[in-house]
């Protein structure tokens, strides 16, 4: 019952051979079991999920087949959650309780589904391990002595764990496609401004994506559907209409041109992870493809790009947190007001945040705005002109997610730069703005390893189609990690 | 492929000192931990040598990016739709009295 995916749990619900609560305490009671290991929920909803439960029962018993409905599923802890608290990972928000509910988390909650709890992250979701969380570090269910990838790893964590039937995630440098391949799932990341950013807690606001962490490309698309579309509380939100994933998904299979980019291929790439890939661009090519070498010279651009402009917008994006009007407040004895923020941030962020806050400081302070901040946004152009470039060629880009299979809790922790070395094949699709998801492809030294799809902007439905048809041929979305079943 | 740019300050690797921490911190309104400064300055060090890569970068001919779709900023009518919530969100105030926010002295 818990390794169902999403849809085979609406179908479940909808022919009434389970209902919505007991769907719900099984899940809850897996959490119970399990998380105490994991740690991929830093609050579980247990009363309001509940009766949540109660509630879509009662729907579906009226003839109500929306398809969310009933079905468990958990938010990262970065979407606003009105009266249940949203701490972003972060000490200083650890008290924080919305007074409103991101428009992610009312459009699933008015789609019926049910929502277990608020999902582990890097602080901020600054972080590419879901190690940097003020709640503890995340384990993978595949080896809990390994990462699972992060921002998002919560929600990574506990959909690979069979804790919850699917999750939401954010992606600004990768981080729901490299936790989705590190613990086996899929992730998808839209096009920029298809999810709205309304009540996700900021980072780099250019750069912040909403999207899912799934078992199915299936699950992703009801998903999707259920929260995407044109939010006019976010500025950024695209005003066209939205087609459906889900109708798309079993269309007929149309030939489609493949490029693989050489510069994903390179040195840092693991090679039985690079074996994965290819053999997964093959079965693709079997489905009715053409694949085709292409070059994007200028991707080697995207990782120091990213460390400039994605710390330039969260220092600004983290200056509201002064620990007056909310937020952590220092009890340290404070003569001035200034003392008092700096104390309070200080103590509120972890040593991630005020790394990033300082870069940010420096490449946006007077002397140095020119060299940093306006290069960075004019190679970021760069990088997007290798995307349209690319696509005016070929229909999608394949690759791998990430360089190397989950790393060990620990491992990078004290090297920065070669933490943001993971995201070095996720950031590009961020800097342009066009989506990209990854799915489970293969294993190498029994961890999952992630095929990665980038295609046009606004094509996401045609990337969850392409997956779907690849996931009906294939087995590696459905493997579960065997000390969890 | 590429040529060098014109910012000779930034040509070689970048070293911060002890007085740029400070400043930032300032500017960032974040206290840095005195036993920490000197890690936070190679760590900060290092990011900064890694990114500075992006000089070796032909960006002449190149406009910033402002919009990954290249679209426009979208406007809205100039109205109020927000209601007086301030109750509601001084909840989440550390300190309140009688509706205000509460810091210490700003005036001597």
């Known amino acids: 019952m818990h390794y169902r995916t999403l849809a085979q749990s609406a179908a479940a619900l909808k022919a009434r051979s389970v209902s919505s609560v007991e769907l719900t305490k099984i899940y809850l009671e897996r959490i119970a079991r399990f998380d105490s290991t994991l740690n991929s929920f830093i609050t579980v909803t247990r009363d309001e999920a509940l009766a949540q439960a109660a509630r879509a029962d009662e729907r579906i018993a009226r003839g109500d087949d929306d398809p969310m409905l009933g079905v468990p599923i958990a938010h990262k802890d970065i979407f606003c959650t009105a009266g249940i608290r949203t701490t972003c990972g972060s000490r200083m928000l650890d008290g924080f309780v919305s007074p409103y509910d991101a428009t992610v988390v009312e459009r699933l909650a008015r789609a019926g589904a049910v929502v277990l709890g608020k999902t582990n992250m890097d602080e901020f979701a600054m972080g590419s391990s879901s190690e940097t969380s003020y709640y503890g570090p995340v384990r993978n269910p595949w080896d809990t002595s390994k990462v699972p990838g992060g921002s998002s790893g919560g929600s990574a964590a506990a959909v690979a764990a069979g804790l919850c039937a699917g999750a939401t995630g954010t992606d600004t440098g990768g981080s729901i496609r490299q936790p989705a391949a590190l613990s086996g799932l899929t992730g998808l990341k839209p096009t920029y401004g298809r999810v709205s950013r309304y009540g996700m807690i900021a980072f780099a606001s250019s750069l912040d994506h909403g999207g899912t962490l799934t078992r199915t490309a299936e699950d992703a698309a009801l998903m999707l559907d259920a929260m995407a579309g044109f939010d006019e509380r976010d500025s950024t939100s695209i005003d066209e209409p939205m087609p459906s994933s889900v109708a798309l998904l079993e269309t007929e299979w149309e030939s489609i041109r493949i490029g693989v980019p050489e510069e994903f291929f390179d040195d840092g790439l693991d090679p039985g992870y690079a074996a994965c890939v290819h053999a997964a661009i093959g079965e693709i090519e079997k489905l009715g493809a053409t694949v085709k070498p292409i070059s994007m010279p200028n991707l080697h651009l995207s990782v120091p790009t990213y460390y400039v402009v994605a710390p330039a917008e969260a220092s600004s994006n983290l200056a509201r947190y002064d620990g007056i009007r909310f937020g952590h407040r220092s009890e340290a004895p404070c003569s001035d007001i200034r003392e008092l923020y700096e104390r309070n941030r200080e103590e509120g962020f972890g040593a991630e945040v005020q790394r990033r806050i300082l870069i940010g400081t420096y490449v946006l302070s007077a002397g140095y705005y020119d060299a940093y901040y306006l290069q960075a946004q004019k190679a970021r152009q760069l990088i997007a002109r290798d995307f349209a470039r690319a696509f005016a060629e070929v229909d999608v880009i394949a690759g791998p997610t990430t360089p190397t299979p989950a790393f060990g809790i620990g491992q990078k922790t004290d090297d920065p730069v070669a933490m943001y070395l993971n995201d070095i094949y996720t950031i590009g699709a961020d800097l342009a703005g066009v989506p990209a998801l990854s799915i489970p492809c293969g294993f190498v030294d029994a961890l999952p390893v992630g095929l990665q799809l980038v295609g046009p902007h606004l094509s996401e439905a045609r990337l969850l189609k392409i997956a779907h048809h690849y996931q009906r041929e294939t087995d590696w979305h459905l493997q579960t990690p065997e000390a969890f079943d | ?108």
């Open chain 2, 1 to 108: 492929m590429y040529s060098s740019c014109d910012l000779d300050h930034l040509s070689g690797p970048v070293a911060l000192k002890l007085e740029d921490i400070e400043k930032l911190g300032e500017l960032a309104r974040l206290r840095i931990e005195p036993g920490e400064v000197y890690d936070l300055m190679a760590k900060l060090t290092s990011i900064l040598a890694f990114v500075d890569q992006l000089q070796a970068a032909d960006t002449s001919e190149v406009t910033p990016m402002a919009h990954p779709l290249d679209r426009a900023q979208r406007l809205r009518p100039d109205v109020v739709t927000e209601p007086d919530q301030h109750e509601l969100y001084q909840q989440n105030a550390p300190r309140v009295e009688r509706g205000l926010y509460l810091v210490p002295k700003v005036l001597e």
